[in-house]
């Protein structure tokens, strides 16, 4: 008998890096804006993100374009064709919450649940909109704040890979996990501005797999993730970026700027932390 889906672990980690302009007053804006001027010859920019290169000079430019998924070979007693249909589901499921765009500029949810079963689609709607934000359970979604983010293309650069492996939990059950670790890229503007920047994502988590007794699978997703630069809104379900021109909101990051957004390990340790990271 599978087990009854429990929440994930939906805490998020929220990285934000610091202002490159630090203030968030129009005048002094300005001001800094006429000495950069002077000094240079060319105005302040906070473009960051090249609309005809969004990748280029970063490591994504090297990253493909979306969840690649592995040709499977049979586990234990689960046979090549029954891994791979996991391996699939898996895939599905990154894509509905990183590639959608209605899902991530949006709000939308409808791609995603429909991946899910039964009961793990119940358990998800129960606790949408907990008023624990750790409970929630759109926190499996990335969502950004809305208005605060259109995209740049069409493109979503990615990076990582799944494994599968037999696994027991703490009742005795058996069932298959597929583990996932990814670093996701976007490149995101203001809503009708200049202002840019790529939002760097660090993927870490499993989906479980439980035989329904139907020769169906019963699919929990469980996962977290480190983004970065946002703002450390600890009370939110959804993503603020954090642009140059703006001052840290929420947590003021952490620690000194020496994370490198694009190094998954350096993510690996920081649930639940706000800290600075290098440029994106």
């Given at each position: 008998?599978?087990?009854?889906?429990?929440?994930?672990?939906?805490?998020?980690?929220?990285?934000?890096?610091?202002?490159?302009?630090l203030?968030?007053?129009a005048?002094?804006?300005?001001?800094?804006?006429?000495?950069?001027?002077?000094?240079?010859?060319?105005?302040?920019?906070?473009d960051?993100?090249?609309?005809?290169?969004?990748?280029?000079?970063?490591?994504?430019?090297?990253?493909?374009?979306?969840?690649?998924v592995?040709?499977?070979?049979?586990?234990?007693?689960?046979?090549?064709g029954?891994?791979?249909?996991?391996?699939?589901?898996?895939?599905?499921?990154?894509?509905?919450?990183?590639?959608?765009?209605?899902?991530?500029?949006?709000?939308?949810?409808?791609?995603?649940?429909?991946?899910?079963?039964?009961?793990?689609?119940?358990?998800?709607?129960?606790?949408?909109?907990?008023?624990?934000?750790?409970?929630?359970s759109?926190?499996?979604?990335?969502?950004?704040?809305?208005?605060?983010?259109?995209?740049?293309?069409?493109?979503?650069?990615v990076?990582?890979g799944?494994?599968?492996?037999?696994?027991?939990d703490?009742?005795?059950?058996?069932?298959?996990?597929?583990?996932?670790?990814?670093?996701?890229?976007?490149?995101?503007?203001?809503?009708?501005?200049?202002?840019?920047?790529?939002?760097?994502?660090?993927?870490?988590?499993?989906?479980?797999?439980?035989?329904?007794?139907?020769?169906?699978w019963?699919?929990?997703?469980?996962?977290?993730?480190?983004?970065?630069?946002?703002h450390?809104?600890?009370d939110q379900v959804?993503?603020?970026?954090?642009?140059?021109?703006?001052?840290?909101?929420?947590?003021?990051?952490?620690?000194?700027?020496?994370?490198?957004?694009?190094?998954?390990?350096?993510?690996?340790?920081?649930?639940?932390?706000?800290?600075?990271?290098?440029?994106?």
């Amino acid at each position: 008998m599978p087990l009854t889906p429990v929440p994930p672990a939906p805490r998020v980690v929220l990285i934000a890096a610091l202002a490159a302009a630090l203030t968030g007053c129009a005048p002094a804006e300005r001001l800094l804006d006429d000495v950069v001027r002077d000094v240079t010859g060319y105005p302040l920019s906070f473009d960051e993100v090249d609309r005809d290169d969004p990748f280029g000079g970063t490591e994504a430019q090297d990253y493909g374009e979306g969840f690649a998924v592995p040709e499977a070979a049979g586990l234990g007693d689960y046979p090549a064709g029954r891994v791979q249909l996991a391996y699939d589901i898996t895939g599905d499921l990154l894509e509905a919450v990183y590639l959608d765009e209605e899902a991530v500029f949006g709000g939308g949810d409808g791609r995603f649940r429909q991946l899910l079963d039964r009961r793990s689609r119940e358990w998800y709607d129960e606790h949408a909109g907990h008023e624990d934000p750790l409970m929630d359970s759109r926190n499996l979604l990335f969502h950004l704040t809305p208005g605060t983010a259109e995209p740049i293309g069409d493109v979503v650069k990615v990076d990582g890979g799944m494994r599968a492996e037999v696994a027991e939990d703490e009742n005795g059950w058996r069932y298959l996990a597929v583990h996932t670790e990814y670093t996701i890229v976007h490149p995101v503007a203001r809503p009708g501005e200049r202002v840019s920047v790529r939002l760097v994502t660090s993927h870490y988590g499993q989906v479980s797999f439980y035989g329904d007794g139907e020769g169906g699978w019963e699919v929990l997703p469980a996962w977290w993730r480190a983004v970065g630069p946002v703002h450390c809104l600890d009370d939110q379900v959804t993503f603020t970026p954090a642009y140059a021109d703006e001052m840290p909101e929420g947590e003021r990051p952490r620690g000194l700027i020496e994370d490198d957004p694009y190094d998954l390990d350096a993510g690996r340790g920081l649930e639940g932390d706000c800290g600075a990271i290098r440029g994106t």
